[in-house]
């Protein structure tokens, strides 16, 4: 059964979320990541595979390693998508802040 991988279903488990970010900066090998993870190196593997079918990571081959690093088209996709709901959340709190200050100030 072939399953059809959806990269919010990949980006809602904190341990991919966490390869991610390692990756965010640096390119690295499965081992490198798996070794910043208290778990057997198949399932950072697995955690891997997900993320590469969801495009979220690339895979780049230099000799005999295989090194991964960010897809920032798809990465972008995924902010641009977020983006309204964080500026909705801005909104909402600076009106909070805003009551807020002036309940203070009536005091």
Not at 26 to 37: D, L, P
Not at 75 to 99: G, Q, S
Request: glycine share 2%; net charge neutral.
């Amino acid at each position: 059964m072939n399953l059809r991988r959806d990269v919010y279903q990949a980006i809602a488990d904190p341990t991919r979320r966490a390869i991610l970010v390692l990756v965010a900066s640096q390119s690295m090998t499965a081992g490198a990541i798996a070794s910043n993870f208290d778990t057997a190196r198949p399932t950072v593997s697995k955690h891997l595979q997900i993320l590469t079918e969801c495009e979220l990571l690339e895979q780049e081959q230099k000799g005999r390693e295989v090194y991964y690093h960010l897809n920032p088209e798809r990465i972008k996709e995924v902010a641009d998508f977020i983006e309204p709901f964080r500026k909705m959340w801005d909104d909402r709190f600076n009106k909070l802040e805003t009551i807020m200050k002036e309940y203070q100030s009536k005091k």
